[in-house]
């Protein structure tokens, strides 16, 4: 009776052990799964990262696309400054071109001058030759 007494408890305390190990084996499941769960919040972190790392990107193409704008703006400004180079050029010819027609003006003007005192020497002409 004692022996079969003892037998029991041996195979409570197996049955005991039993359930230990099952615990232990759900532990180490859990234990799995917490790994599993801290590389996940790493990739996280990870992923995190890259987007920011995206953003930054996003932010210089802007930064470029700017650049480009300004560059062009520059360009169109250097086309601006040489027409009005040009434009300068074409005022100082005009001034020239007025300068010739006032010129011009007082040269026909001398010619007119010059028609009159021909006129002038042919009437001194005919008075010499009556007097």
């Known amino acids: 009776l004692n022996l079969s007494l003892m037998l029991t408890e041996l195979l409570k305390l197996s049955l005991m052990l039993t359930e230990l190990l099952k615990l232990s084996l759900i532990d180490t499941e859990l234990l799995k799964l917490s790994l599993m769960l801290t590389e996940l919040d790493k990739l ?77 020497l042919k009437i001194s002409i005919i008075l010499t030759e009556l007097a």
């Open 44 to 120: 996280s972190l990870m992923l995190t990262e890259l987007l920011k790392l995206s953003l930054m990107l996003t932010e210089l193409l802007k930064l470029s696309l700017i650049d480009t704008e300004l560059l062009k703006l520059s360009l169109i400004d250097t086309e601006l400054l040489r027409l009005s180079l040009m434009l300068t050029e074409l005022l100082k010819l005009s001034l020239i071109l007025t300068e010739l027609l006032r010129l011009s003006l007082m040269l026909t003007e001398l010619l007119q001058l010059s028609l009159m005192l021909t006129a002038l």
